[in-house]
């Protein structure tokens, strides 16, 4: 067993550098469906935000979208920010979020933890989502299985005249 002195070493929340507040260009990199524990019918998606441009670049944002009437003009100006369609019906898996872009506006909240300890996290704000565009380059396009054609039952052909 190592022999180790922490009275130095700061607590894994201490060490978290929070993003400070501000806009960021974001890229949705996960959603994961959950459900509330004080309310198991409430159900809502975990985004995990990853920053793609300037200094705080692949640091990751995490958010939530409640799908309470209370929450529902929240989800419908984030939809709208990553570009869905909210104008029609839609059934709202969570892969159809991931790879999609946005803007967010994070600002910093305090609250006294069940410690009575005052913590400060850094949180999408209500009304913090907003389109971004991004410029050719800035993301990485997605890798697709390449296309694999069966050319075993094809009539065989006089391939003299192929541009390859």
């Not at 070493?9 to 459900?35: R, S």
């Not at 009304?127 to 050319?151: C, L, Q, S």
Request: net charge negative.
């Amino acid at each position: 067993m190592p022999e180790l002195n922490l009275a130095n070493t700061p607590t894994a929340e201490e060490a978290m550098e929070k993003i400070p507040e501000g806009l960021y260009n974001v890229l949705v990199d996960a959603c994961k469906q959950d459900y509330g524990k004080k309310e198991p019918h409430n159900e809502f998606y975990s985004l995990s935000l990853k920053v793609i441009e300037g200094e705080f670049r692949d640091k990751v944002i995490n958010d939530s979208l409640f799908f309470t009437e209370k929450a529902l003009p929240r989800v419908k100006s984030a939809l709208t920010a990553m570009g869905i369609d909210v104008t029609k019906k839609l059934n709202l898996e969570p892969e159809l979020l991931v790879g999609k872009t946005c803007q967010v506006d994070v600002i910093h909240q305090t609250y006294e933890d069940k410690n009575g300890k005052e913590q400060t996290t850094a949180n999408v704000s209500f009304d913090g989502y907003r389109p971004w565009n991004p410029p050719a380059g800035v993301i990485p396009p997605k890798t697709e299985e390449p296309e694999v054609m069966d050319f075993s039952k094809e009539e065989s052909a006089d391939f003299e005249d192929a541009p390859f």
